[in-house]
């Protein structure tokens, strides 16, 4: 069975500092896709990124990159020049092309900006 | 473009009643997903339906229930309510046809219940 894991339940960084957010994952099928998720106290899910496994380039979304490294199961989000609004819960999620919108979600990290 | 619209917003429940909870999603998706979300067990899958068709179901007990009418708008039922179905249900659609690969999820502000 597939499984996230976020090992960082909280973090805290000042504010244009970059952030690093940990997720590894365990999957024995060689298709999946990795996607970040995030989610202020209003209680909605935002999409991030998205990485495909077979993807060969980490992702990028503006300020929002995925440190994919295949060999270590790890997809890492990286957030350049943090900002207040950055404040939030952060999932890591994966899923499984034949399993279509199924999505398995890690436990989270609480991200918090420092000004 | 509206976003995935869930209702109510809030609502609160004693034990043994049952709720339903509506899900409208962004026009022209046609693939709607459901998730509880509690402290304790994070974001579970609840199940998710495709041209109002079950296609894929979590490990929920049967007293969980959901269907599809033909617009797409979704609604799940959860019978005989226990305390720890206290959670925030969350409603996800995706343009997405049947066979291929997950894409990007929409998700709504859920649906926060309180069981007392």
């Known amino acids: 069975a597939q499984k996230i894991t976020q090992t960082q339940p909280g973090m805290f960084v000042q504010e244009k500092e970059a952030v690093t957010l940990d997720c590894t994952y365990d999957?024995?099928?060689?298709?999946?896709?990795l996607f970040w998720y995030k989610q202020p106290s209003s209680g909605e899910m935002i999409f991030l990124i998205y990485?495909?496994?077979?993807?060969?380039q980490n992702a990028t979304e503006g300020r929002y990159s995925l440190n994919f490294q295949k060999a270590r199961k790890s997809a890492n989000l990286v957030i350049s020049a943090s900002q207040l609004g950055d404040s939030a819960m952060y999932f890591c999620a994966m899923s499984l092309f034949k399993g279509a919108q199924k999505l398995v979600f890690g436990q989270g990290t609480r991200l918090t900006i420092n000004p | 473009k509206a976003g995935v619209t869930q209702t109510p917003r809030y609502l609160i429940k004693t034990r043994g009643q049952q709720v339903t909870l509506s899900c409208s999603p962004i026009?022209?998706?046609?693939?709607v997903s459901w998730y509880q979300q509690t402290p304790g067990q994070g974001l579970q899958f609840l199940f998710e339906y495709f041209s109002e068709t079950q296609r894929n179901k979590g490990n929920f007990p049967g007293r969980f229930s959901g269907r599809q009418f033909s617009n797409s708008r979704s609604e799940m039922n959860v019978s005989t309510l226990e305390l720890g179905d206290s959670a925030l249900y969350l409603c996800?659609?995706?343009?997405?046809?049947?066979?291929?690969?997950?894409?990007?999820?929409?998700f709504g502000e859920g649906s926060r219940l309180t069981v007392l």
């Open positions: 996800a659609s995706s343009l997405e046809t049947l066979g291929e690969i997950a894409g990007e999820l929409f």
């Open positions: 999957t024995s099928d060689p298709s999946y896709g």
């Open positions: 990485q495909g496994s077979y993807d060969q």
């Open positions: 026009s022209g998706h046609r693939s």
